[in-house]
């Protein structure tokens, strides 16, 4: 019983397309995000949404577009894909600010070629 | 600008020894700190909240320590095994949750 799921777990892509990824929890949680993890393993926030409402807009490229379309579905589109955004991309999940703590998914792989 | 940081050395102890871990924060006051525990492709895994106004907690062979005053907070695992072998991170939170770089444990037999 998956918690957080996303999908794919790996993507490997051109240079120029665009793709996107898909998150869904079930934990019933009300905040949902996105961090990337460079190869550094460093966890950075891109996007929190708390019940579709989109509450963190990191200083990320406008090529980065979240989506949430109910409080259980977070998805990340991103346009014109570029060598620098090869990374592991996690989707989480926590009640209200966190305090229980943060539910990650599995991460998807992106590789840009 | 806000920062978490963790000794980016991994740490490497004999089993049954006692694993200490640093997680410092500048620029800030989290209201409270996260530990995680990240294997390699899985995404990170909650273990423990600190909040600022408590010095300790415990929960199982786990403790960790919050000192305002030095801005610091220690992540013990007591009777280390193997299979706590794994990539620990530490997170700072209140708004939004800003994590380190996470210190990497290997525990040998």
């Known amino acids: 019983d998956t918690a957080v799921s996303q999908t794919p777990k790996y993507l490997v892509t051109q240079m120029g397309n665009d793709k996107s990824i898909k998150c869904e929890q079930n934990?019933?949680?009300?905040?949902m995000y996105w961090y990337k993890q460079d190869s550094k393993k460093f966890l950075k926030i891109m996007f929190s949404?708390?019940?579709?409402?989109?509450?963190i807009n990191e200083t990320v490229p406008n090529r980065f577009s979240p989506k949430s379309p109910d409080k259980a579905h977070l998805n990340l589109h991103i346009n014109s894909l570029e060598l620098g955004d090869s990374a592991v991309y996690f989707c989480?999940?926590?009640?209200?600010?966190?305090?229980?703590?943060?539910?990650f998914g599995s991460g998807t792989r992106l590789t840009v070629v | 600008s806000q920062k978490i940081e963790q000794n980016s050395e991994a740490l490497n102890i004999q089993e049954g020894k006692t694993a200490t871990l640093t997680c410092n924060y500048t620029?800030?006051?989290?209201?409270?700190l996260q530990w995680y525990r990240q294997d390699p492709g899985r995404g990170p895994v909650f273990l423990l909240l600190?909040?600022?106004?408590?010095k300790e907690k415990r929960k199982e062979r786990l403790k960790v320590t919050f000192d305002t005053t030095l801005k610091q907070s220690l992540f013990h695992i007591t009777a280390s095994q193997p299979a706590d072998s794994a990539t620990y991170l530490c997170?700072?939170?209140?708004?939004?949750?800003?994590f380190g770089q996470g210190t990497e444990l290997s525990v040998k037999p």
């Open positions: 989480a999940s926590s009640q209200d600010q966190g305090d229980d703590g943060y539910t």
């Open positions: 934990l019933g949680h009300d905040t």
């Open positions: 949404y708390n019940n579709k409402e989109l509450i």
């Open positions: 620029n800030y006051s989290p209201a409270y």
């Open positions: 600190i909040r600022e106004n408590e």
């Open positions: 997170a700072g939170g209140g708004g939004k949750l800003i």
